[in-house]
């Protein structure tokens, strides 16, 4: 697959998208939207691809909406934005949650905006030490989008969720982390090599299984306990029905490395 704002490639049982129009930090117009989307769809429907790498060109990772096409002219009137977050933001947040195998980000710099919510819609995010969040959207008179109302309370718990909202400061890579709302935070150059790394891991890894285990934990925050343990159960069953779990059982009794197929 070819793009012109995104660069696609497949390595290892995964694939890596990079958002690429670094001289705007890799902020969103329509066209890497759609790139994107087109991107996501291919990896869902490609069993060679059990792991999804987001990354990003340059020295940011997303600043969000590209505000270049937001500026309001003289005579126009304001523009409705839930037509963008219905038709744009919403759909990559969702496809990102649906999408049944993990979706590792590396955050390189800054994430701010949409940017920032979209890095924390994916399962697993690494940033790198000189990254930063930004929920940049109160400093230009916006709430924030793409599920970061709902994310950030569940990450970070409410107090701090709404001071990130109100007060739209700049959190470094390594507060992230240690409020969780992040998994790690890695030197620099140990950034590409890390994600990479752990992307060809979980290729190799009982990828159904993790899809199903990615269901669960998004469905945990808005379920009672009794909906999850009902939930568990019926995942559970799809997942003992599985080859990977006929491989890791066969594998452990035999002594042996589990060759997962992913199915
Ligand atoms: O609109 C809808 O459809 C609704 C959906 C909204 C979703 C949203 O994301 S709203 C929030 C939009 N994003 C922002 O408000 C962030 C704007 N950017 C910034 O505040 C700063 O750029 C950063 C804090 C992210 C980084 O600051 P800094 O100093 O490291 O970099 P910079 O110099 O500001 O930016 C570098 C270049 O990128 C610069 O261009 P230039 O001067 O070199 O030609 C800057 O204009 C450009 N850039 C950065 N962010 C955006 C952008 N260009 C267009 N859109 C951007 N969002």
């Given at each position: 697959?070819?793009?012109?704002?995104?660069l696609?490639e497949k390595k290892d049982?995964y694939?890596?998208?990079?958002?690429?129009?670094?001289?705007v930090l890799n902020?969103f117009n329509e066209?890497?939207?759609?790139?994107l989307?087109?991107?996501?769809?291919?990896?869902?429907?490609?069993?060679?691809?059990?792991?999804i790498?987001?990354?990003?060109?340059?020295?940011?990772?997303?600043?969000?909406?590209?505000?270049?096409?937001?500026?309001?002219?003289?005579g126009e009137?304001?523009?409705?934005?839930?037509?963008?977050i219905?038709?744009f933001?919403?759909?990559?947040?969702?496809q990102i949650?649906?999408?049944?195998?993990?979706v590792?980000?590396a955050?390189?710099?800054?994430?701010?905006g949409?940017?920032?919510?979209?890095?924390l819609a994916?399962d697993?995010?690494y940033?790198?030490?000189?990254?930063?969040?930004?929920q940049?959207?109160?400093?230009?008179?916006?709430?924030?989008?793409?599920?970061?109302?709902w994310?950030?309370?569940?990450l970070?718990?409410?107090?701090?969720?709404?001071?990130?909202?109100?007060l739209?400061d700049k959190?470094?890579?390594?507060?992230?982390?240690?409020?969780?709302?992040?998994?790690?935070?890695?030197?620099?150059?140990?950034l590409?090599?890390?994600t990479?790394?752990?992307?060809?891991?979980?290729?190799q890894q009982?990828?159904f299984?993790?899809?199903?285990?990615?269901?669960?934990?998004?469905?945990?925050?808005?379920n009672?306990?009794?909906?999850q343990?009902?939930?568990?159960?019926?995942?559970?069953k799809?997942?003992?029905?599985s080859?990977?779990?006929?491989?890791g059982?066969?594998?452990?009794?035999?002594?042996r490395?589990?060759?997962?197929?992913?199915?």
């Amino acid at each position: 697959m070819t793009f012109n704002t995104i660069l696609f490639e497949k390595k290892d049982g995964y694939a890596k998208i990079t958002l690429n129009r670094p001289d705007v930090l890799n902020s969103f117009n329509e066209e890497m939207h759609l790139e994107l989307r087109d991107a996501l769809n291919g990896c869902q429907k490609d069993d060679q691809v059990r792991a999804i790498l987001l990354a990003a060109s340059g020295r940011g990772f997303c600043a969000g909406q590209d505000l270049g096409d937001r500026a309001v002219q003289g005579g126009e009137g304001p523009r409705d934005l839930s037509q963008t977050i219905e038709k744009f933001y919403n759909p990559l947040v969702r496809q990102i949650q649906a999408i049944d195998k993990p979706v590792i980000c590396a955050v390189n710099g800054v994430a701010a905006g949409a940017g920032a919510n979209i890095a924390l819609a994916c399962d697993i995010v690494y940033a790198a030490k000189s990254a930063s969040f930004i929920q940049a959207f109160c400093k230009i008179g916006l709430i924030p989008d793409s599920g970061g109302t709902w994310a950030l309370p569940n990450l970070v718990g409410m107090a701090r969720a709404k001071a990130l909202a109100i007060l739209g400061d700049k959190i470094s890579a390594e507060q992230a982390a240690d409020w969780g709302m992040i998994w790690k935070c890695v030197d620099d150059d140990a950034l590409v090599t890390q994600t990479e790394t752990l992307c060809a891991q979980l290729a190799q890894q009982a990828t159904f299984g993790l899809g199903l285990i990615k269901r669960a934990m998004n469905a945990a925050p808005t379920n009672t306990l009794d909906q999850q343990l009902d939930l568990e159960r019926d995942l559970q069953k799809l997942a003992g029905f599985s080859e990977d779990y006929k491989e890791g059982v066969s594998a452990f009794l035999e002594k042996r490395k589990p060759n997962f197929t992913g199915k």
